[in-house]
């Protein structure tokens, strides 16, 4: 209920309260109807670009084919657009990577099969993981940038590698591709960038399988040590027969 005329110092205090903390009444007033009229302004940015080329159009003048403010964009995609791509071709590069490590086992030299499919699987999830998250781009109206470079410098580089070395090798590139992923989400958490929706994004999709895949091999890398100290080619053998099953 708002107070209509003139009213005292004292009468406007019964209804709200003054002290150094509580806005007075007439601020949260202006402050309210200012924030519905820029949401309103905002909100009519693709109606303006489209009312500019429908008067282009009757005048006769050139009519830009894309208008700029009428696409799927919204909160702060722009400023996370080159994060999310990079992101995306460091998914890519690793399931490359891991992609050639499964060959280099499944090979007639080193057979280790289980090896094999455990790389496999990986490299196919990360691939999945690039392809899903171009998809969440293109749905917030971003195009993917496929010459955009990772931020994350780790890729394995050294393929031939022993079980142990490459096991190694896996877990720190799950790692590092877990940090990208926390920055990411610790980077749409500011203020002045604050983009809820992809934040969301990267804990529903990315926070649960990364943790999963680097358990996975911190396991496998501990176990396979142990092996290696009890100087058995029988364990190293049934223990990649294990991986081939269990996958």
């Known amino acids: ?87 995306a071709t460091a998914n890519i590069v690793f399931s490359f990577d891991f992609l050639l490590l499964s060959s280099y086992f499944g090979n007639y030299e080193y057979q280790r099969e289980g090896f094999q499919k455990l790389y496999r699987k990986y490299s196919d999830d990360m691939w999945e993981d690039a392809v899903d998250l171009i998809k969440y781009m293109a749905k917030r109206g971003v195009m993917m940038n496929f010459g955009q470079l990772p931020r994350v410098n780790g890729s394995l580089k050294v393929l031939e590698l022993n079980e142990i070395s490459s096991l190694a090798k896996a877990l720190d590139s799950q790692k590092q591709l877990a940090q990208e992923a926390m920055k990411i989400h610790s980077e749409t958490r500011v203020t002045y960038k604050e983009d809820n929706h992809i934040a969301h994004y990267i804990e529903e999709k990315f ?36 991986l081939q099953k269990s996958l």
């Open 207 to 242: 926070f649960e399988s990364h943790t999963k895949r680097i358990r996975e091999l911190a396991g496998y890398a501990i176990e396979w040590k142990k092996l290696l100290l009890e100087e058995n080619p029988v364990s190293l053998f049934l223990f990649d027969e294990y």
């Open 1 to 87: 209920m708002f107070i209509v005329g003139r009213t005292s110092k004292r009468e406007y205090s019964r209804y709200f309260p003054l002290n150094d903390h509580i806005v007075p009444a007439e601020k949260m007033l202006f402050f309210g109807i200012f924030s519905v009229l820029l949401a309103v302004v905002s909100a009519n940015f693709c109606y303006n670009d489209v009312d500019v080329v429908c008067s282009k159009f009757g005048a006769g003048e050139k009519v830009p084919e894309n208008p700029s403010n009428c696409t799927a964009k919204y909160g702060s995609i722009n400023e996370h657009m080159v994060s999310l791509q990079s992101f």
